[in-house]
């Protein structure tokens, strides 16, 4: 792939971006949450188109990507995270999904099982073709995948995060699986986001930042700190720096979390956090911050562990009682799990709240309109009005709008999950600004965000996540993208500083 350009609505998402992968080896494709993998991967499958002007070639020859069943005709595969398998089909069945073999009109399956089996043998499979998918574990579901993509004979495979929900024996048996794909002169493109699993496996590393290309590291050049600076260094000047000269957070907890645990996502997590303080929580994809967030608020179930606020124990068993008690939640999805897009910013704000304003049964609406008036000049959401529909607004004001319905509800603590994620420039500003305004006035902050400049900037303190566990927290000065990156990576800071 060389010179490859994708731009969305307002994003420039890859900048010519090169990546060169053989036959015969393990490609390491590493970089930041949004720095460009998935997207690059996704116009080498079909599923997006370039921007004019780069070019694929496929053993020399000029490819053209306009769809994934035409990058499936040139030998490419791409098994992503959330699997895409049919749960209610057979083995065969998925397998052959698009092309079954018929006879008469009618489908074959006893061709089909047959025409699978010398594949499934291949890859050692505790399985035959007559199981149904939705009975298998994810590893095995996993080797359905990788067996469909050999069905269509696919030459480049690309791996995204495949090991993110598989046991230790059940990733060893994919990497010798992967070792033998190998063997067999196949190209692999393995995205991953653990130094281990690409120190074991990559003969070279590719390095995107930014949606730009930064260089690739050969087998022998290969090293965690050299990976995680290539990975990290962006030129901070010019963003958001909280300013820790001032107000510093009080040290009596507002919010303690001791042992909480959902039994998978989550392993046993405790952390205070201090009234007035901004504490962010930092990690990469799957490391399980919202999950956290959403143990906290109720809206997934708890399997141990205790949660204080303002030194009382709380039983939090849903949303409401969460709210209830004085703890807001911003969800990361705000379209899908936050706001009404069809309903005004009015009706949006005042959700929270309609009890207030209910006198007999019915809703006092000029006090709502007058509550949302003056959520709209306080967080300076731009709207015609406040009875525009908030579909139509900017994803900044959305979010704004998101954030004054939370903070009607008059919490003592506020999660905020991804909450610039979609907005421009101007409005992550603001909302920086309110974050900073709702920490003067004592309310304890948790701040989860794939930005790292975002989480070194706004924080006065962080805890870094991976696999479910808290693997250190940082303070001050300690606060670096590079400490951050090697703890969620699963490297000490130690190591980056050497």
Sequence with gaps: MSGISKTFPGVKALR?????????????????????????????????????????????????????????????????????????????????????????????????????????????????PEAIVGSLSVAEQQLVEIARALHRKARILVLDEPTTALSNRETEQLFKLIRQLRAEGIALIYISHRMAEVDELADRVSVLRDGAYVGTLEKGELSSAQIVRMMVGRDLSGFYVKDRSHAQPEEEAVLEVDGLTDGARVQPVSFALRRGEVLGIAGLVGAGRTELARLIYGADVRTGGAIRLDGKALDIRTPRDALAAGIAYLTEDRKALGLFLDMSCAGNLNLGVLGKDARGGVLDRAKGRQRATGAFSTLRVRAASTLVNVGGLSGGNQQKVLLGRLLETGPRVIILDEPTRGVDIGAKSEIYRIIGELAAKGLGIIVISSEMPEIIGVSDRVLVMREGVVTGELNGSEITQEAIMALAAGIGPSSIAA
């Design 16 to 128: 010519d971006v090169s990546l060169q992968a053989y036959g015969g080896e393990i490609l390491a494709l590493m970089g930041e949450n949004g720095a460009g993998k998935s997207t690059l991967m996704k116009i080498l499958s079909g599923a997006y188109t370039a921007d004019p002007g780069g070019e694929i070639r496929i053993h020399g020859e000029l490819a053209r990507m306009g769809s994934p069943s035409a990058a499936r005709e040139a030998g490419i595969a791409i098994i992503y995270q959330e699997l895409a398998l049919a749960p209610n089909l057979t083995v065969s069945e998925n397998i052959h999904l698009g092309a079954e073999i018929r006879r008469a009109g009618m489908i074959n399956r006893a061709a089909m099982d047959d025409a699978c089996r010398p594949l499934l043998q291949r890859l050692g499979t505790p399985f035959g």
